[in-house]
């Protein structure tokens, strides 16, 4: 078998593995609460008859691995079971049709905010590399130190302040609904987007500058410094083909990082998407609800960490030529 | 000769007491590392004195709802009439506070398992190492949303799951730091003249993994007080009446429509130490390291 194609393969079945046992631990945090969930949330005076009806109705009654099995056959073909919210009801909430609007509004604000972020911190981090030290890097990467450090919904409310309640220019709340059209939409999710870039084009800038003069120091971009190449083909030809690696991990490592930022931008402006769902779910302890979002955010997190290894052994040009 | 010119030497250096030696390094600090200790240090008393210098109580009901800062209330008051600028006070307490005890115990069992893995390798090691591979694979504020929606939000269940969460990070560092130091000749020294498992871990093994430890205190530090933060303005970390930076956001949020900038305080209040703790830890990284973007 081809070496990298050998590679690839151990780096997906190792994360695979991943996702089995991160879904076995998100699975597994029900079963480890002292006391077991039906009793927990029914209180201290509540009968063995009403916690074992109750453990029936959530289909709590059977062994865990049973569960499990039937929990993540379902995940497989979409389907992740019943909300707590309204069992004994008549309308049952499947849990999956109360995500997938909400799944879809997320992935619409990330990856608008993913178009504004990637472009941006890739020329700002590789201009502050090739202009180090200077006055602009500085200021580039003061700006962006004090930016990581800030908490999203801080950025976020200063935004709205300023963008939406003094100047009037965007909505202070994000409302969609599946009837909105597409470039109300896209109006509508531009301040939380704006939000978002902020939060990760201070990560990104900060690992795309660091890689770049990591690179920059290599012996054999000074030989082509040293035997009269024009600058510009220094970076274009020499530097940039072996930057494809690094640069993949950044942007992977980075839009992973926003998974964790849309929660708490969702919450600030009331954006129906499923970090808002997750939040609301932990409140009302529906758990298949909080489950099915966690392991949707760990999936992508994972996934995405798993494809920046991935280009990163593809573009690798040592494993392109095995000796 | 030699003898006597490194006897001179050694003079001069002990001339210098700790406190001037402290303050030659302070004094080569830059202006972003003094901007960070000053307010680092303001945050401190303000934390320690809150009762001194709070003009009211933590949830005093002294005013009506929503008042607008004056000469009596200098921030306003917020949705039941407590003083914002004595909330804010007690905040710094209460945040501050619960964001370093959960670091402590994140590094109390984050530093010990991972000196421990580190000393004893086998299969004890693998196991730990394996299961703390899997829970980095979580995002820690969906980890810890998922865990306070099983065992419900409570100050202590904040502190427990932040703690652990957060020592795995602390684990995978003291671990490959220590891996590096018990294979040096002076802790085999040690172990062979005998000594027990307490001097090789105290004597020989943590001081020399101190610098890079202390720096990671300062960032995990940031991350834990940021996550508390961001984990109270969701509404599920610290409860009220506990006034606390995260959750008086929240508290205010409405008013942000009208134009009034009050949950801007609270949140700026977040951003500004978590900004001093960081310059403060970057000054402490170029020292320590001497860690250069020059090649």
Not at chain 1, 117 to 129: D, F, H, N
Not at chain 1, 231 to 245: F, G, K, Q, S
Request: proline share 5%; with cysteine; hydrophobic share 55%.
């Amino acid at each position: 078998m081809h070496p990298i194609l050998r590679t690839v393969m151990q780096r997906l079945s190792l994360g695979l593995l991943t996702l089995f046992i991160v879904s076995i631990l998100i699975f597994s945090s029900l079963e480890f609460l002292p006391g077991g969930y039906a009793e927990n949330i029914l209180g201290q005076g509540a009968t063995p008859e009403t916690v074992a009806n109750f453990k029936k109705e959530l289909g709590l009654d059977r062994p865990a691995y049973v569960r499990y099995f039937e929990w993540i056959g379902g995940v497989a073909q979409g389907d992740f079971g019943a909300s707590y919210s309204g069992l004994s009801g008549t309308i049952k909430r499947e849990v999956t049709t109360v995500i997938a609007p909400r799944l879809y509004n997320t992935f619409f604000l990330a990856t608008m905010a993913a178009i504004f972020a990637v472009p941006l911190s890739l020329i700002l981090g590789v201009t502050a590399a090739l202009y180090r030290n200077s006055l602009y890097d500085r200021i580039v990467n003061s700006t962006t130190l004090a930016t990581i450090a800030t908490p999203e919904f801080f950025i976020a409310y200063l935004l709205m302040f300023f963008f939406a309640i003094k100047y009037r220019w965007f909505f202070s709340l994000s409302t969609v609904s599946e009837a909105t059209p597409f470039i109300e939409h896209v109006y509508r999710a531009t301040l939380p987007a704006i939000t978002l870039t902020l939060v990760i084009v201070a990560h990104m800038m900060r690992m795309t500058r660091a890689a770049i003069i990591n690179l920059l120091a290599s012996p054999y971009i000074e030989m082509a410094q040293l035997k009269g190449v024009q600058p510009r083909d220094v970076i274009v030809r020499h530097a940039l083909p072996n930057a494809w690696a690094p640069i993949a991990t950044v942007i992977a490592f980075n839009l992973a990082y926003l998974v964790v930022g849309v929660v708490v931008v969702e919450v600030v402006f009331v954006y129906p998407g499923i970090g808002q769902l997750m939040v609301d779910s932990v409140s009302t302890r529906d758990m298949p609800v909080v489950q099915a979002c966690a392991l949707i955010f760990a999936a992508t997190y994972i996934l995405l960490n798993l494809l920046a290894d991935v280009v990163a052994i593809v573009t690798n040009p040592r494993l392109l030529h095995p000796k | 000769m030699t003898s006597a010119n490194s006897a001179d030497i050694r003079a001069i250096k002990a001339r210098r007491s700790f406190a001037e030696n402290a303050w030659r390094t302070l004094k080569s600090a830059p202006v972003s590392a003094w901007f960070g200790m000053i307010v680092i240090l303001i945050y401190a008393l303000a934390a320690i004195f809150a009762p001194l210098i709070a003009p009211y109580g933590e949830a005093d009901v002294v005013g009506g709802a929503y008042q607008p800062s004056s000469a009596e209330f200098w921030l306003g008051t917020d949705q039941i009439g407590r003083d914002i600028f004595s909330r804010l006070i007690y905040g710094a307490r209460n945040t501050i506070g619960i964001a370093l005890l959960t670091t402590l115990i994140s590094f109390a069992v984050g530093g010990t398992l991972g000196v421990l893995t580190a000393l004893k390798r086998g299969w004890f090691d693998q196991g730990a190492s394996r299961i703390v591979d899997a829970i980095l694979s979580i995002p820690v504020l969906i980890a810890a949303l998922m865990l306070l929606a099983v065992y419900g939000k409570s100050i202590s269940n904040l502190i427990l799951i932040l703690a652990l969460l957060d020592s795995t990070r602390v684990f995978r560092l003291a671990r490959a730091t220590a891996l590096n130091v018990v294979v040096m000749d002076f802790v085999e020294a040690a172990r062979l003249r005998g000594e027990g498992m307490g001097w090789i871990v105290f004597r020989e093994i943590v001081p020399n993994i101190l610098p890079p430890l202390i720096t990671e205190f300062g960032l995990r530090f940031c991350f834990v007080f940021l996550t508390i933060s961001a984990l109270s303005f969701l509404g599920v970390g610290i409860q009220p009446p506990t006034a606390d930076w995260g959750s008086m956001v929240t508290e205010n949020k409405s008013l942000i429509t009208y134009g009034n900038p009050t949950p801007l305080y609270p949140a700026g209040a977040i951003a500004l130490l978590t900004v001093a703790v960081n310059f403060v830890v970057d000054w402490f990284l170029h020292k320590t390291s001497g860690l250069r973007d020059e090649h």
